[in-house]
């Protein structure tokens, strides 16, 4: 790290509590330092450089492998499941330290983000909002679609996962109501993500963005976003209608079930009730 870089020395002291697994009572002195450093800077959120310097030291540990990071992510685990709460845009800085770092191979900082999200370090909307919501030209990027993909994934998967969950055989009255209740929460929670990746989408694809409107509108790269931005709304959109399809489909089946249960006798009227 430059001398000269902003937090330089305080990240270097990060970096070598840190390297010696230091409780994070030894840490959080030097994070209060670079709070009080971005305020006297009139930085607004003084969460976010701190969080860049906490992330970045946390990739330069890990650099030998997957397995380091990994493990570095584990001890850290605790400040970085506090950061998304108290400030969305240090959540989402955390993506920016990872890709930044990893810039030179988007496809590990892609796997680390990967990893976050299954820590709920990231919130699926914090990755959609850090690739779709300020950088046009993050849509013609290969590992920026595989990171929007495979966050994607992980939603409706877990959609798929709770619903069949929710058809088990043996199942109590009791656990069911739970299991349906879950599915639904989650339907929710992957329709919210749509719905935002729908308005971010349309920003681009119609050059509504601001950062579309400065400038000539009619630039080969402005052109070029629009049609990367129709692409994308495209493929999420026919995502979208699968999974609301299947739902569809399985709600129809649920409903031939209870149909054939009532049917077939006194002992399944009486497991409905």
């Known amino acids: 790290m430059k001398a000269d870089t902003p937090f330089s020395k305080e990240g270097q002291e990060v970096l070598a ?14 994070i209060d330092r670079i709070h009080a450093q971005a305020l006297d800077l009139s930085i607004s ?9 906490y992330v970045t030291s946390i990739c330069f540990i890990g650099s030998k492998s997957l397995s380091h990071v ?25 993506i920016e330290s990872v890709m930044e770092y990893w810039k030179d191979q988007p496809g590990i900082g892609v796997n680390i983000v990967d990893k976050l999200l299954n820590y709920t370090i990231l919130s699926p909307a914090s990755v959609v909002e850090w690739a779709l919501g300020k950088q046009g030209k993050r849509l013609g990027e290969a590992f ?16 798929r996962q709770v619903v069949k969950a929710t058809k088990a055989q043996g199942l109590t009255a009791e656990q069911r109501k739970v299991l349906e209740e879950t599915a639904e929460r ?3 929670a992957m329709r ?14 119609s050059g509504a963005k601001d950062e579309m409107q400065t400038g000539d509108v009619d630039s080969d790269a402005d052109t070029m976003v629009r049609q990367w931005g129709e692409r994308w709304l495209r493929v999420f959109r026919r995502k979208f209608a699968v999974e609301e399809a299947w739902s ?3 709600a129809k089946e649920k409903v031939e079930d209870v149909v054939a249960e009532a049917n077939g006798g006194s002992e399944s009227v009486e497991m409905i009730e």
């Open 144 to 159: 920026v679609y595989e990171m929007v993909s495979a966050t994607v994934g992980k939603v409706t998967g877990r959609v």
């Open 192 to 205: 919210e993500l749509f719905r935002l990746m729908e308005d971010l989408l349309v920003g681009w694809a």
């Open 248 to 250: 569809l489909e399985v």
């Open 186 to 188: 989650e339907r929710s």
């Open 17 to 30: 509590l840190l390297r010696k697994k230091s409780p994070e009572d030894a840490v959080q002195p030097i």
């Open 70 to 94: 990994l493990s570095c992510i584990e001890r850290c685990k605790e400040r970085l499941l506090n950061i998304g709460p108290q400030s969305p845009a240090a959540r989402k800085q955390i």
């Open 45 to 53: 959120d003084p969460l976010v450089p701190s969080t860049d310097v």
